[in-house]
């Protein structure tokens, strides 16, 4: 993540998905906030995604070394079968868009095969939970409850809880929701994110087991 350094306030609203999320966290773990007002972490990774003594609820290494060795075999068919999950089409009452799929495949191929097998350690084995307890700017992590690339309970609410953690007496603002019914693609009314972000979150709230997003930004 390019540091904000065009500007000499504190105006910049740092924005990212998925692995970005992670990006975010490192960002304002190592340089500070001084350029950044607030923070979104969209269907991020943070904390960390892989299972582990510390992290028992993540996901089994098998589950990314079969990607791997996706990647390393037939990439093409990986990405064609990862949109169906990474869209929720997969479900019974979705409504599948073959050009969603298409474009997701196109845009997937154009990554050069090394970037994407060493991206796949670095997305689910580094852990942020260290740089998410540093983060003092208000932060507002939204996650589809039905995210079947990165589970919502082994990361939005997690990451919500540890920068919640980290000082409530300094941060007494930070915000989270579970969209309901929302893949790993979020695509459900994104305009409402900018504008959340246009009002002072100034009290935690924790993530209700089912929410919208429409319903609960202001």
Known sequence: MRPPSCTTDRSTTAERWVAGGGEVARYLSRHGSSHVAKAVLLGAVPPVMVKSDTNPEGTPIEVF???RSSVDKD?????WDL???FYGFNRPDATTSEGARRAFWRLSMQAGIRAAYECISQFSETDFTEDLKRIDVPVLVAHGDDDQIVPLHDSAVKSAELIKKF???RLPRRTARAVRQVPHRIRSRPAR???ALSSPVTQSIPIPPHDTLQGALP
């Not at 990439?75 to 990405?79: E, N």
């Open 193 to 195: 994110i900018p504008e």
């Open 65 to 67: 070394d079969a990607i």
């Open 83 to 85: 949109s169906e999950t």
């Open 75 to 79: 990439r093409s068919q990986l990405y």
């Open 167 to 169: 000082d409530p007496s």
